[in-house]
């Protein structure tokens, strides 16, 4: 069975701070995606990653998946409460199938 | 607009009835999930499907069965429901490995 563990699992912070998310796992995906759910909706994708050391950037959110293809992390610099919310890695098994498995997620509470 | 449509968003079952919950897809995606969501657990793939016809057992398949007869349309069947299946349940579809999942909104089930 594969594992996503994210830490941490609640983070509760001031307008303008940077926080950083983490997505581990002994298991090698052959790619890595984030989501973000906000209150009774379905989670949505923010983005893949595939190479490992591969860095992306959207706005404020910067996205790394390791070199070994195990863990992924996600940096936000100077947080909105627009970021609010509930923040999923997901990992995709690679393979004849296309198991998707996701991570126990961050809860992002961010205080005007 | 592509879209996952689950059949109802909240319902209440008696312990021992059987359930089903109904997910269609309208975007001929391969591959769908059904996956339950509780709180500091993240989402735990319950089932998941690559084709018609195909099922592979997620990470929690117990209590659990699964129908794809056609290829829009999966269904998640709980054969004699119990209160520790009251949950948020959440269905999903995606073309292929590293490709968005795309969400339903998701069916409160409770069972009492």
């Known amino acids: 069975t594969q594992l996503l563990e994210q830490s941490p699992q609640f983070l509760s912070i001031q307008e303008g701070e940077n926080l950083t998310v983490y997505c581990n796992s002994s298991s090698v995906f052959s790619s890595l995606q984030w989501y973000r759910q906000e209150p009774g909706e379905g989670p949505v994708l923010l983005v893949t990653?595939?190479?490992?050391?591969e860095v992306k950037k959207l706005k404020r959110l910067t996205f790394q998946f390791g070199d070994a293809r195990k863990d992924s992390s996600l940096h936000i610099t100077a947080a909105q409460p627009g970021d609010t919310g509930l923040y999923l890695c997901?990992?995709?098994?690679?393979?004849?199938?296309?198991?998707?498995?996701f991570g126990t997620g961050t809860l992002l509470a961010v205080q005007p | 607009d592509v879209k996952v449509t689950q059949s109802s968003r909240y319902l209440v079952k008696r312990t021992g009835e059987k359930v089903f919950l109904e997910c269609v897809q309208d975007m001929d995606h391969e591959n769908m999930f059904w996956y339950r969501q509780d709180p500091g657990l993240g989402l735990r793939l319950i089932y998941f499907?690559?084709?018609?016809?195909?099922?592979e057992k997620g990470d929690i398949p117990e209590g659990y069965s699964v129908s794809r007869e056609k290829k829009e349309r999966f269904s998640l069947i709980l054969e004699s429901a119990s209160t520790n299946q009251t949950s948020m349940y959440l269905c999903?579809?995606?073309?292929?490995?590293?490709?968005?999942?795309?969400f339903g909104q998701g069916t409160r089930l409770t069972v009492v």
């Open positions: 997901a990992g995709s098994v690679g393979g004849a199938t296309n198991k998707l498995i």
């Open positions: 999903a579809s995606r073309s292929g490995q590293g490709g968005e999942a795309f």
């Open positions: 990653v595939v190479t490992g050391g």
């Open positions: 499907s690559y084709d018609v016809k195909m099922k």
